[in-house]
């Protein structure tokens, strides 16, 4: 291949880079692609734009349209300003700008803040690394018109981000986020981008608004006098680098645990992530080190905190054994248990709760919802559809929590998006709660699964790279979207859903309704079993991901292992049959 026998498109995009007003160091980075043939890194550089996903904008960081760098971020923010501009005529609009701890979010966040105040835009800044849910929260506090986090959230060492966020703390969702792209996409060169920052416009924010979001969080606490009788409780956390080393210790003090050992190499804040191959608490290999640790002092409980801390992965002590590392979906089901359990002995049921969850969430969380009175929404993946049905409900029902299977939480209305922070002191106060009653959370997870059925979930990610990736997965959600299975490990699929074309429809009987959710590239497939397959491109990494959920009924503990048996073999067949499995 030859640079004339690039895509068009991506051909003019690289000229324009190499001829525009852009620094020696990126010209001479292109030129140095194009002088060693790197051609595909060339087309995925180049092939396309960054747009908003379901976490805003990602990507591996590097030049090109579809690479993370100032030029970019700069012209998100100016996109971003315009549009605010338009939206809030007349008013000084004020935003919030933070970022993590990952290689030039910094430097990224600095930039951000000084578009915008070019812009005339008013800019409240953290003066180092905060957390993600702490930017929704200051956005709420501040009454800001917006916010900006640099961040990549659970993405490798190589990824960077920026979450965009509106007025109620939430990431933006349709048609704003859309508008922001179109005024990013008006902007066709960089002297259309003030980078002329206005420093009488950016203030950096002090202490007094971390001290407001801690108080915020521990007047969530439900269990005071059990976390007094259990203060001494062992707990191990680690940050993994990233940003819950700043928030997380404080906060689980001011809960009252006194008895936190921390995993220090871990709290070394580094871009590259030393310790870990990928920085993400859904990965074993992530918590290793945290575990080792936690053998070492005989913890009853491990936490560990991705990047951003927006995301809190842990295990726990099963006595007499080993430490069981918890998915996000059992994690979420004993919150959801602990907090009706105790919103009921203290008299606070009253009917006007309700929980929201994500549709790839496991329906176990439906099912104690229901035995309670409690509503249960399910929306679409990304938390900022939770955060939504949040401000709709505002003022006329009581929030109680938000989950997502992807080891997102959030408990208290202080913010709109999951909050790993928040998710650690109560996750800590449940361990406290059922230890001082004698109950290990095995325990009462296994009581879970005998009451309500043992919900057992398994999720294959399949990464495909590049423009070729892309249209790979393309292609096979096509393929499933037009010719989807009817039967899947040997049971009837009896009802699909496709949410991009917004209907629901029955195979053996031809029923067709239609779904309300917002238009998403997302498949579905549900059996007469109660098993549920379903298919989601990721927006935020370049992977298919599968979501396979199983269930059966579990009469006694002694039955676990057969009956987690039996369900682990269904769940290979039916992934099997449709030829994903790893």
Not at 555 to 562: D, P, R, V
Request: glycine share 8%.
């Amino acid at each position: 291949m030859s640079m004339e026998q690039l895509d068009q498109q991506v051909n003019e995009k690289v000229q324009e880079w190499l001829k525009g007003q852009y620094d020696e160091t990126t010209r001479k980075t292109i030129l140095n692609l194009v002088e060693n043939a790197q051609y595909t890194e060339l087309t995925d550089a180049f092939y396309k734009d960054l747009e908003f996903g379901t976490g805003g904008l990602r990507g591996i960081m590097g030049v090109g349209t579809n690479r993370v760098n100032k030029y970019t971020l700069a012209k998100a923010t100016q996109g971003l300003s315009d549009y605010l501009i338009k939206k809030y005529p007349g008013e000084q609009i004020k935003v919030v700008v933070a970022h993590d701890n990952r290689n030039n979010s910094a430097l990224f966040a600095r930039l951000t803040a000084e578009v915008f105040s070019a812009n005339g835009i008013y800019v409240y800044m953290f003066k180092e690394l905060r957390p993600t849910p702490e930017l929704s929260f200051a956005i709420r506090e501040l009454s800001c018109h917006s916010g900006v986090m640099l961040t990549a959230s659970h993405n490798p060492k190589e990824y960077n981000g920026y979450k965009a966020y509106g007025s109620d703390g939430g990431q933006l969702l349709a048609p704003y986020d859309k508008m922001v792209m179109e005024e990013v996409l008006k902007i066709k060169d960089n002297s259309q981008i003030n980078f002329e920052a206005n420093e009488s416009l950016i203030e950096v924010l002090s202490d007094e608004i971390d001290q407001k979001y801690f108080k915020a969080l521990t007047k969530l606490s439900l269990s005071p006098e059990a976390i007094e009788r259990q203060k001494d409780m062992k707990i191990v956390f680690s940050p993994i680098h990233g940003t819950g080393g700043v928030s997380v210790p404080p906060v689980l003090k001011l809960f009252g645990f006194e008895n936190v050992v921390l995993v220090e190499e871990q709290m070394v804040q580094d871009g590259n992530f030393p310790t870990v191959v990928y920085p993400n608490p859904e990965e074993r290999e992530a918590l290793s080190m945290a575990l080792d640790k936690a053998k070492e002092v005989d913890a009853d409980l491990l936490m560990a905190t991705d990047p951003d801390a927006d995301r809190v992965g842990i295990a726990i002590k099963v006595p007499g054994k080993d430490y069981l590392l918890l998915n996000g979906n059992q994690t979420a089901a004993l919150l959801v248990r602990y907090l009706l359990t105790r919103y009921e002995e203290s008299g606070k049921l009253t009917g006007k709760e309700y929980i929201v969850k994500t549709i790839v969430t496991s329906y176990l969380i439906d099912r104690m919802a229901e035995s309670k009175g409690v509503q249960c929404y399910n929306t679409l993946t990304g938390f900022k559809y939770i955060g939504e049905i949040m401000t709709q409900y505002q003022g006329e029902k009581d929030f109680l929590f938000g989950g997502e299977e992807s080891y997102g939480y959030l408990i208290g209305d202080h913010a709109r998006d999951k909050d790993a922070v928040v998710a650690c002191a109560m996750i800590a106060e449940m361990a406290a709660y059922y230890k001082d009653k004698g109950w290990a959370l095995n325990d009462v997870l296994l009581e879970l699964y005998k009451e309500f059925g043992y919900y057992k979930e398994k999720l294959i990610s399949i990464t495909k790279k590049g423009k070729s990736g892309a249209e790979e997965i393309d292609a096979l959600m096509e393929s499933l979207r037009t010719q989807p299975p009817r039967i899947l490990g040997g049971v009837n699929v009896v009802l699909v859903k496709d949410y991009l074309n917004k209907i629901s429809f029955q195979p053996l009987t031809g029923l067709t309704t239609s779904i309300s959710l917002p238009a998403s590239n997302v498949l579905q497939f549900f059996m007469e079993d109660g098993s549920i397959i379903s298919a989601r491109p990721s927006g935020t990494e370049p992977k298919i991901k599968f979501y396979c959920s199983v269930n059966a009924p579990l009469k006694s503990n002694e039955l676990f292992a057969s009956v987690s048996k039996n369900l682990d073999e269904k769940l290979n067949e039916m992934l099997g049959d449709l030829g994903v499995l790893d």
